[in-house]
């Protein structure tokens, strides 16, 4: 059984020693799956979650085609060791919903009209759970379109970010927020946005905060997301150019 800290963050360090708008370690790798026709990995720390998209393709059941563009179709799911108890397999209302919020993020840039009557499937696997599985899942889902070659007005590149409480009580703003900030913390704040469109894509909040701190938040997590987005674009590149 986990022990709640007295304080996620004392002298401006947090739990795992990060400062306020520190990320955690990002790891991204293209092509981890190669049946797929796109893939990649990412890693935020412990959180370890892999993309596969398959299309575009024929969609069943035929009742769902859309006649002048593609279903984006995404299913986020946990295996059962990801986290500390065994998660029971198969989607659960959670998984229904984070697959809802990743597919409407990506429709958002996928040229779907490129593609009529087709369907292309994201599969979004987390493997090891430590908190933003959705946010990275979504950095792996949209580096796996681009590796599977499908037009996008713009890769999708998010950091969730928090508030905590410091050793005097006081609520401090912090980004990619983890397991013990995002169970103890007093609110958790998944973040995505397309940054060659300007636009954001997906905004989750799980708590309270107030304007000023969510500005506060957003900006660092506006940093990270720029740390992110080349580290998207080095993993594509790794890729094509065998680095
Ligand atoms: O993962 P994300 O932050 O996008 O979604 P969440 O629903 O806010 O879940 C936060 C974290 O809780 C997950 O990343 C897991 O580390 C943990 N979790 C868990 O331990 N067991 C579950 N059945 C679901 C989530």
Redesign the pocket.
């Known amino acids: 059984m986990e022990v709640k800290p007295k304080f996620l963050i004392k002298n401006g360090k947090r739990l795992d020693g990060r400062k306020v708008g520190e990320w955690r370690e990002i790891k991204i790798t293209t092509g981890v799956i190669p049946n797929a026709d796109g893939s990649c990995q990412v890693d935020f720390g412990k959180?370890k979650v892999i993309a596969a998209v398959y299309g575009p393709r024929e969609l069943h059941p035929k009742h769902m085609v859309l006649s002048d563009r593609a279903l984006v179709r995404a299913r986020y799911d946990?295996l059962s060791f990801?986290?500390?108890?065994r998660?029971r397999p198969g989607p659960g209302r959670?998984e229904i919903e984070?697959s809802k919020v990743i597919a409407e993020a990506l429709r958002s840039v996928v040229m779907v009209e490129k593609f009529p009557r087709s369907v292309i499937d994201v599969f979004v696997t987390?493997i090891q759970?430590?908190?933003?599985?959705?946010?990275a899942?979504l950095n792996a889902a949209s580096v796996a379109l681009a590796d599977a070659g499908i037009p996008m007005k713009g890769l999708v590149t998010g950091v969730?970010f928090g508030k905590i409480y410091d050793e005097t009580g006081k609520g401090v703003m912090v980004a990619d927020?983890f397991?013990p900030e995002?169970?103890w913390g007093e609110a958790?704040i998944?973040y995505a946005k397309s940054i060659a469109n300007d636009e954001v894509v997906l905004l989750q909040m799980?708590g309270d905060v107030t304007k000023k701190e969510f500005l506060e938040g957003k900006a660092m997590a506006d940093k990270a997301i720029e740390y992110t987005y080349q580290e998207q674009v080095k993993a594509l590149k790794a890729k094509y150019e065998g680095d």
């Open positions: 959180t946990m990801s986290v500390e108890d998660k959670r984070i987390v759970a430590d908190a933003s599985t959705r946010i899942g969730a927020v397991k995002d169970q958790d998944a799980d």
